[in-house]
């Protein structure tokens, strides 16, 4: 079993910028595919970033260039750094891992059933 909890949530203006943290706890040793995923009120929940045991990433085209993934194994802790941020990025922000997605090219496919590992979810709000 694995706990993930997110932090690092909150309101930003357009253009700024915003760390999202997600503490890994319980059976770490395994080692997952860890994702950040969101949704916005209305909308499905999509996956933005994913990074694999690898240290691979892959992200969604929207946000591409503007975010990035990454994690210290260390200290158990998966990061999503947010740069020009857009109104657009608002959202509940989760963190999610995968025991079945192997590598992060594989996770721009895969589905959310995928991953049977979640947050409870951060806010982020974009104003402008």
């Known amino acids: 079993q694995v706990q993930l909890a997110e932090s690092g949530g909150g309101s930003v203006q357009a253009g700024g910028t915003l760390t999202l943290s997600c503490a890994v706890s319980g059976n770490t040793n395994r080692g997952y595919l860890m994702a950040w995923f969101r949704q916005a009120p209305g909308k499905e929940r999509e996956g933005v970033a994913y990074i694999d045991k690898k240290d691979a990433t892959t992200y969604e085209d929207s946000v591409k260039g503007r975010f990035t993934i990454s994690k210290d194994t260390a200290k158990n802790l998966v990061y999503l750094h947010m740069n020009n941020l857009k109104l657009d990025d608002t959202a509940m922000y989760y963190c999610?891992?995968?025991?079945?997605?192997?590598?992060?090219?594989?996770?721009?496919?895969?589905?959310?059933?995928?991953?049977?590992?979640w947050g409870r979810g951060v806010q982020v709000t974009v104003s402008s």
């Open positions: 999610a891992a995968s025991d079945f997605v192997l590598t992060a090219m594989q996770a721009l496919d895969a589905p959310d059933r995928a991953y049977n590992y």
